[in-house]
């Protein structure tokens, strides 16, 4: 851990200019308490840096927690080995691709038998936030069990003892993105108003007390548990996909599902404070966590240290050290491929910005976390979904 300054502590041995001066930016907000913690995955984002763990008094910058609200990992740890897995994993790709709606999901009509309760939990719960999310998009009940474009993913893993694990990516999807896009909105227009000058618009915040704040944290709780459930109904899917092509139902033998883009009450150096973790997972002592690495690299099972400088956090991943135009612009298809040789997925250049060298090497990622986590398991992909 280095101290930049005494509102800005980092757990990133790569960490580039902009991001570490976004940072600071960012650390000097007056009610910033006690301080900022960079994440070993840091890397420059929208108003805030993804990879930083944000703890403030009386106020929350919607930007901080960032637009996909409530994203996150879910894993499931099977009772299968890899050899109880057929040698050829494409039918397994492909059922687990016709189960699940990729990218957009604008074109799912509707809400299969088994998402159907999980959609009443968010009516009755949107009913209890005092908010339609219809107003806020009108599918939304259609993107429930919807993957996402991106750096979202399904895959199947092995861990250390050739144990399958699944494994996923997702968050609230459109509704989530538009919730967010409309609070950071009004938080600007509060600037505005009150005549406050901010060194970076992205950095507005709504106060604690007001309607505004109250607004925000009400619609943000729904999208996070949205996020949450999302993970549940395609992971239920999933291991659906999984049990008849193995033809052997699935034992459950540990299930982990954790946010890393929300924001919390908590209580650090005897303060109750909001932690907004942009990029960032909880990692309380013992808490279970999962820390994926880029496309074709291995991902973490991970248990929390309770690390009281970083407020119990960890990194949520490899973080990019190209942007997708400049991996695009960088590499080629044929680089892509060597680096999924092995790998049953799609091979189309789609995925050619989430090639694995345009993010940091998550090997590094993870010794740069080592007080803040002991890991579990390591895992290697065998199978990949993501959507275009």
Not at 21 to 43: E, G, I, N, Y
Not at 329 to 349: N, S, V
Request: with cysteine.
């Amino acid at each position: 851990m280095q101290k930049i300054t005494a509102r800005l502590l980092s757990w990133a041995s790569m960490l580039e200019e902009q991001t570490e001066q976004q940072a600071r930016t960012t650390s000097r907000m007056p009610f910033v308490f006690p301080h900022l913690a960079l994440m070993p995955d840091a890397h420059l984002g929208l108003g805030a840096t993804v990879g930083s763990v944000i703890p403030t008094l009386g106020a929350v910058m919607p930007a901080a927690v960032g637009v996909d609200i409530g994203c996150g990992m879910i894993a499931v740890r099977t009772q299968f080995s890899r050899s109880d897995l057929p040698e050829d994993l494409r039918p397994l790709r492909e059922a687990i691709e016709q189960a699940i709606p990729l990218s957009a999901g604008a074109t799912n009509r509707t809400v299969v038998a088994t998402a159907a309760p999980r959609v009443a939990e968010l009516e009755a719960l949107a009913v209890d936030a005092g908010f339609d999310p219809t107003e806020v998009l009108a599918g939304w009940r259609n993107q429930l069990g919807t993957l996402g474009s991106g750096n979202h993913f399904i895959e199947v893993s092995l861990d250390e003892a050739d144990r399958v694990w699944l494994f996923l990516h997702s968050g609230s999807r459109g509704v989530g993105n538009k919730i967010a896009q409309r609070h950071i909105a009004v938080a600007k227009q509060a600037m505005e108003r009150w005549w406050i000058e901010l060194p970076d618009p992205d950095l507005a915040y709504l106060v604690e007390g007001t309607s505004e704040f109250d607004r925000y944290i009400a619609e943000l709780g729904w999208a996070q548990h949205f996020a949450l459930l999302n993970r549940e109904e395609m992971m239920d899917r999933v291991v659906r996909q999984l049990a008849e092509v193995v033809d052997t139902e699935v034992q459950e033998l540990e299930r982990i599902n954790c946010h890393h883009n929300f924001t919390q009450r908590e209580t650090h150096w005897g303060k109750a404070v909001w932690v907004s973790r942009k990029g960032a997972i909880q990692a309380r002592a013992g808490q279970p966590g999962l820390i994926p690495g880029s496309m074709g690299t291995a991902s973490y099972v991970v248990d929390g240290r309770g690390n009281k400088p970083s407020l119990e956090s960890s990194p949520h991943g490899a973080g990019r050290s190209y942007s997708r135009s400049a991996a695009r612009r960088t590499f080629t298809h044929e680089q892509l491929r060597e680096a999924m040789a092995g790998i049953e997925y799609r091979d189309t250049d789609a995925f050619l910005d989430e090639i694995p060298a345009a993010y940091k090497p998550i090997d590094q990622v993870m010794a740069d976390a080592a007080d803040l986590v002991t890991v579990r398991h390591t895992l290697r992909q065998i199978v990949n979904v993501k959507g275009d």
